[in-house]
Every structure is written in C-alpha cells, then in structure tokens.
C-alpha cells in the first residue's frame, strides 16, 4: 500500500525515531533530576466568528480590564481551561519555565460578535510577536486558540499565527496548539506548528485534559522522546452546530472512534473538528487530525479510517436531531407543563446576536406562564436602565431585544415589574456588567444582558439573585452547551430545540446563508451527486499499528 509520507517538518525525520514509548522513563520523566532547563512560550488568540452577523469585531472588543494579558496572569486566566490544564502539567516536570507573552482574552462580546478586522488581527498579533521576540530564546510555544476565528482578508488566521510565531523560535523549536472542535482546520495550521490538540465533546468537557496533554506531548518533543508526525482528512461535510451533540449517536459514535484509536496506539492522538458552518471561510468544515510518535503509516491509517466511518454515517450525522419552529416548541412546552414533565428548557439556538426575540414574543402571545427566560441582549435598554438609575421594584415598561438586523427581529414591549438588579454572570464578566430582570405575565421572569449570553448552568442564575428551582421551565440561547448544567445533570425533564420560521443567521437551513468564501456548492449535503474516497478500512495485513494485548473477560 503506498502512503504519501508527509513532507518532513522543520528538519524533523523519522529516520531518528524511537520505538514507541522506549526511552520514556528517563526522557521527560516528570521532576527528573538535571533535566536540561527548557523555556517555553504560552499565547491567546481566540473567538468563535459569526461572520454573517452585521456589525465587526474590532480593537476595542478584546481590551477590558484584565485583558490583554501576560505572564502569571495570562497563565492563570483559564484555571479549568486550556491553559489551566497545560500550565498544571508543565510545571510537574524539572526545569520547564512558562512564559506568558501578551495576549487578548476571549471578546468581550463572546461569539455574538461579526468578522474581526485585519486591523485588530494585525494590532494583537503583532503585540504577541513583538513580546515574543523580546522575550528571549525559546524551546517551545504554546498557542491557545479556536480555530473558527473569522479575520477580514485572512483566509486561515490560525495558521497565520503560527507562521509568525515559528519565524520568531526557529525550525528546532517546537509548538502545539489547542483547538475547539468548532475550528475550521485543515493541514495548514500543522505545515508550521508540530502539534495539536482539540476537545472532543460538545458539551466542551475536556479543555483542561486537553491542554494537559499538549504540555506532556510538547515536553516529550522538545526533550527528544516524541517525534510528531500528523495525517489530515477533510470529508466534505458541513453541518449546523445544533446538530453535533457527542451525547448521542452518531456523533458519539465518531468521538467514541477517536477515543478507542488513542486507546489501543500509544502517543496516537486523533483531533476530530465538527466544524463551524457559520463563520464563512475557504476551509469550513469537517476534519480529522492525526498525530502519532514518527509512524507516518499509522497517522494515515487512522486518519483514513476516521474520515471513512464519518463519509459512511453522514446521513445520520444531519438527520438525527429535532428542531422545532418556536410556534410548535412553545406549544409543546404547554404540554410539557400540563403533563408535569417540567422544568422543560426551550433552547433557541439560533440566535447569533443574543438579541432575539422571537421566543420572547411566542411566550407572551402564547401565555405560557412559569418560565425564565434568559437573556435577550440589549446593550441600549442597560444603557438606558443605568442612567435612570434602574432599582428592584421600579415599574418596567419597555421595548427590549431585536433592532441589531433581521435575525433578532422586533423589539418586544414587556410590562412588569423590576425583580433583580446584578453584575451579570461571575463567570464571564466577575460581574462588573449591569444586568436587569423583570418579571410578567404568570410568574416569568425576562433577564437583560449588555451582550449574547448562553446559559449553560441553571445555577447561573443564582449569579443574578434569581433562584431557578422556583421555575417551571427555561428559554434559553444555547445550541448543545446547555446539556451540561440542563440535561447531563438530569435536571430538565424535556428539551426542546426551536429556530424561527425564517431561516436567520443561525439556522440549520444553511442553504439560505450567503456564503462567500466557503464552497457550500461542493460540500454535503449541499453538493449534488458528491463522492469521497478514503482507503480505509482496509485489510487486516495492512494494519501498521502493534498488536493488542490478549486478555479474558
Ligand atoms: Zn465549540
């Protein structure tokens, strides 16, 4: 079988490799005694791009208090993240010194943001590589990123980064990224970085192992015992995000695949990207990542392999799941409430801006009662609540929401009652931002955030001074990331997944996004008469890989 042997990276063969995992011990064996000292570079540069959202993401969204940041503060500024987990590991090995060059955070505007100008690109970009450089010589760097970041005139940002960054370390150096499986990959980011890592279950359970495994990985390379070597696939599929929940087959199928491959090959690591359909660049899409210890036979094996099971089952990955129109979800959440399955969750996962009301208006003409809904984005009706000096108890008549573009629809007139005033969720803002709840109707309670906000907790609330138990349901923004707090905890008794009737920027009807630069024409399930080919998954005799070991059971 002939393999296409990937272009040797930076000077690194596989002439040189080892046998898998020999020389481990005395290598990279954490706190070895006389370890050579190694220096490495740790960076931030992430956002999850709506591009078809109006308005840009610029300058000013990444600079806020604490951000951009460097040194211990950038190292601490995910403790159950990425960074958090590389940094943890890093630092139980002898003589490693992290360094944390200067980096925006996440935006202030979360992923409710539009394309990033080039000039916000290039302002950040070029404070990192001038801090870098400043920073002296370094064995490794470490680079946080997404992987759906969406910068005006940069077709592959991610890519772009780690160019600059290998041109200030040099070919000897190492470098690993860690990716959200919402990226928009292909081979290009690993033409100049070694190594890369991506989470694989949405809900994101695992950024912290993720990171964690990067620094051992990235370590191991530098110090001579892991010798990267990575296979990429691209099937040609693309699918809305609302569909690729991995607690259901079969997307849990796919994870479970990646899973068993790094289970059964030792320092095999396979990165499956689901994929983010609404950030419109050249290379969104679906695709599989391999990297194994300088065996370039079984990086293509597995690759091959992932990419075919995926091509095998992509009916099935767009047709599984349910979403309703809101009329038809509401409805059903009546029903939900007659029959005690409660508290029901209404998700709309459509909403790109944070500002649609299309659910808020479907609750009110419906008279659903009982039910939180949160948030309807409104930076001008904060503004305005700030100035007047808003306070628990204040008699509230206002339009709220809509107004962004026709995504987020009318504003909505709700009269009521001012029921809490608070700083907004600690997670995001350590709830410096001014939110506003008020309640109507028959005991719901609406909450007003400056910008989008998707509540994955319902003990979220709890940050507002709002307690969720007194609830008999929720309406929410959120696509998957909910399941965590709503549904893994067994705390939601139905789900619901509702987009309005039009297909808006957030919708699973993709055909209706006017795609620039994504070749929608030639992806599934939009392409006609598409084929794929991969080899796998082959003959047994052809298997690279060592044999398992044999045991009863
Ligand atoms: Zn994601």
């Not at 990959?185 to 809900?203: G, H, V």
């Not at 607690?247 to 199928?253: E, F, I, T, V, Y």
């Not at 107004?403 to 987020?408: L, T």
């Amino acid at each position: 079988m002939k393999i296409p042997r990937r272009r040797a990276l930076m000077g690194l063969g596989t002439a040189a490799m080892l046998p898998l995992a020999a020389g481990a011990q005395n290598a990279s064996q954490p706190k070895a005694a006389g370890a050579k000292p190694i220096r490495i570079a740790v960076m931030h540069f992430a956002h999850e791009t709506v591009t078809f959202l109006p308005y840009d993401t610029t300058t000013d969204d990444f600079i806020y208090e604490g951000s951009p940041a460097r040194g211990e503060a950038l190292l601490s500024s995910q403790p159950t993240g990425y960074i958090g987990g590389f940094v943890k590991v890093a630092r139980e090995y002898a003589n490693v010194e992290l360094v944390g060059i200067e980096s925006p955070l996440g935006s202030k505007k979360g992923s409710g943001s539009g394309w990033i100008t080039k000039e916000a690109f290039q302002h950040f970009l070029d404070k990192m590589i001038t801090d870098l450089k400043a920073q002296g010589r370094f064995d490794g760097a470490y680079l946080a990123l997404h992987g759906a970041m969406g910068v005006r005139d940069v077709a592959k940002p991610e890519a772009e980064i780690a160019r600059r960054v290998r041109e200030v370390i040099g070919p000897k150096a190492f470098m690993v990224g860690t990716f959200d499986p919402h990226g928009n990959e292909d081979a290009d980011f690993l033409r100049y970085s070694n190594l890369a890592f991506c989470i694989k279950y949405y809900p994101h359970y695992d950024g912290y192992l993720q990171g964690e495994r990067a620094a051992r990985t990235l370590v191991r390379c530098i110090r001579g015992d892991y010798k990267p070597v990575s296979a990429t696939r691209k099937p040609p599929i693309l699918t809305p995000s609302v569909l690729q929940w991995t607690g259901a087959s079969p997307w849990m199928d796919i994870v479970q695949r990646a899973l068993t491959w790094e289970a059964r090959e030792p320092d095999a690591y396979v990165n499956f990207f689901y994929g983010f359909a609404f950030a419109d660049s050249v290379d969104a899409g679906m695709c599989f990542q391999v990297m194994t210890n300088g065996n370039p036979e079984l990086a293509n094996h597995i690759a091959d392999d992932m990419a075919g099971a995926a091509w095998r089952q992509r009916d099935d990955l767009l047709n599984h799941t349910k979403v309703y129109r809101h009329k038809e979800g509401v409805r059903l959440a009546k029903e939900a409430l007659q029959k005690g399955s409660v508290p029901f969750v209404l998700a709309d996962h459509s909403d790109r801006s944070g500002a649609a009301t299309w659910l808020l208006q479907e609750i009110i003409e419906q008279k659903l009662s009982g039910t939180l809904i949160g948030t309807i984005a409104d930076e001008q009706a904060i503004n305005t609540l700030r100035k007047k000096g808003v306070k628990v108890g204040d008699a509230f008549d206002m339009e709220i929401g809509g107004r962004i573009d026709v995504s987020a629809g009318k504003p909505v007139r709700v009269v009521g009652k001012v029921h809490t005033v608070s700083g907004g969720l600690s997670r995001r803002s350590g709830g410096s931002q001014l939110w506003v709840s008020v309640k109507f109707g028959d005991g719901n309670v609406v909450v007003i955030s400056p910008y989008l906000s998707q509540i994955i907790q319902p003990r979220s609330f709890l940050d507002l001074g709002i307690d969720p138990d007194t609830f008999k349901g929720f309406a929410i923004k959120s696509r998957v990331h909910f399941r965590r707090g709503f549904y893994d905890s067994g705390y939601a008794k139905t789900v619901l997944l509702v987009e309005p009737d039009d297909p808006f920027v957030g919708t699973v009807r993709l055909e209706a996004l006017n795609y620039q630069h994504l070749p929608v024409k030639k992806l599934y399930p939009y392409a006609k008469n598409i084929t794929f080919q991969v080899k796998g998954p082959g003959k047994l005799s052809e298997y690279p890989g060592r044999d398992g070991t044999d045991g009863g059971g």
